[in-house]
């Protein structure tokens, strides 16, 4: 048997940054669905979080799965699922990108508090402001 322990952490946002998820509880909401459906569909989401226009979500990849199948399953069946009950005013989509950072398992738990307090932190920051993509290095 393969044992396999590699966390991924992805961030994907709402197409055009449109702040669809507007509310505290339509987010949890939208991310109690992504959990449950993802345990369905055997990935194994071990944190999710975001605010009104983008998602975090820690993962652990399993033996099969790879970082494009996840993101594909997970937007997608999300955003239909979103449409499906009507739960914003306009068509909801996510944006086509992604990022998808590897996680350590000695910062695990920052990482998981970093998803936990995205409501606190995006208070005092935009999501282009957030220090994740400078940290890493990327443009925004």
Sequence with gaps: MSLI??????????????PYLNT???RQKVWNH???NAKEKGIFIDFINGY???CHCLVSLGVDQSIQKIMQLIKGESS???NKNQLTKEKFEWQDEYFAFSVSESIIDKVRDYIKNQEE????????EDEIFTKFGLNK
């Design 5 to 18: 322990k590699v966390y991924i952490h992805f961030v994907w946002s709402t197409k055009n940054r449109v």
């Design 80 to 82: 239909f699922w979103i």
């Design 121 to 128: 932190h995006h208070k005092r920051k935009t999501f282009q």
């Design 34 to 36: 992504i959990k449950g």
């Design 52 to 54: 009104s226009d983008h």
């Design 24 to 26: 505290s509880e339509l």
